[in-house]
């Protein structure tokens, strides 16, 4: 089984300088309050604030669709995240929803499953959920009534479709900007 703790954390290493909290201007510091996790304000969140307005918009929107309470569980969001930077290419958000996953769930199951390639091990939720976030990635306009319907099969309604929909699309976002301004490795 792989577990969270062996699914290490990966560094994230940015191709723009990220901005230095001694030289940070008062709109880059207050923008710089509104991170997703509310507790580190890494190098990725420093090389994004050179735009603090942008930057607050984002995370505003980000916070909202991944941290919010109600709709779609939380290991259900992650899933979608991780289902869509696997797809996308994206290791370093990958190991962290697939972390984030395990965590939450208290099992390593469905990311043994994923990382063994092995889908067919899944839950018949979980099943749904993957196989909706990879198509969604893959070309989103091929999306289909009957994804819909497969993922109503396995109990979800409509806020928590749309909830998960929100969740893989913006890590399509999110996955390209992390590719755009830097890379991730495992510090080695």
Same mark, same amino acid.
């Given at each position: 089984?792989?577990?969270?703790? +062996? &699914?290490?954390?990966? /560094?994230?290493?940015?191709?723009?300088?990220?901005?230095?909290l001694s030289e940070?201007?008062?709109?880059?510091?207050?923008?710089? *309050? @509104? #991170?997703?996790?509310? *507790?580190k304000v890494s190098?990725?969140?420093?090389?994004?604030?050179?735009?603090?307005?942008?930057?607050?918009?984002? #995370?505003?929107?980000?916070?909202? =669709?991944?941290?919010?309470?109600?709709?779609?569980? $939380?290991?259900? $969001?992650?899933?979608?995240?991780?289902?869509? %930077?696997?797809? /996308?290419?994206?290791?370093?958000?990958? @190991? #962290?929803?697939? +972390? +984030?996953?395990?965590?939450? #769930? *208290? /099992?390593?199951? @469905?990311?043994?499953?994923?990382?063994?390639? *092995?889908?067919?091990?899944?839950?018949?939720?979980?099943a749904a959920i993957?196989?909706?976030? $990879? $198509?969604?990635?893959?070309?989103? %306009?091929?999306?289909?009534?009957?994804?819909?319907? %497969?993922?109503?099969? @396995? !109990?979800?309604?409509?806020?928590?479709? =749309?909830?998960?929909?929100?969740?893989?699309?913006?890590?399509?976002?999110? /996955?390209? &900007?992390?590719?755009?301004? !830097?890379?991730?490795?495992?510090?080695?």
């Amino acid at each position: 089984m792989i577990s969270s703790v +062996r &699914l290490k954390p990966l /560094n994230w290493h940015p191709h723009i300088a990220p901005v230095e909290l001694s030289e940070a201007t008062p709109e880059q510091l207050e923008a710089m *309050k @509104v #991170t997703p996790s509310a *507790k580190k304000v890494s190098e990725y969140v420093r090389t994004l604030v050179h735009d603090p307005e942008s930057y607050v918009a984002r #995370t505003v929107l980000f916070n909202a =669709i991944m941290y919010v309470d109600g709709g779609l569980a $939380r290991p259900d $969001r992650e899933l979608g995240a991780l289902g869509a %930077s696997i797809v /996308n290419g994206c290791i370093f958000c990958a @190991v #962290t929803h697939a +972390r +984030r996953h395990a965590e939450l #769930t *208290k /099992n390593d199951d @469905v990311v043994t499953a994923l990382y063994l390639d *092995k889908p067919e091990e899944l839950g018949p939720r979980d099943a749904a959920i993957y196989r909706f976030a $990879r $198509r969604l990635s893959v070309t989103p %306009s091929e999306a289909a009534p009957e994804d819909i319907a %497969s993922l109503r099969s @396995v !109990g979800m309604d409509d806020v928590e479709i =749309i909830d998960l929909i929100h969740a893989i699309s913006i890590f399509g976002w999110a /996955n390209r &900007l992390m590719h755009v301004l !830097g890379h991730a490795d495992s510090g080695k």
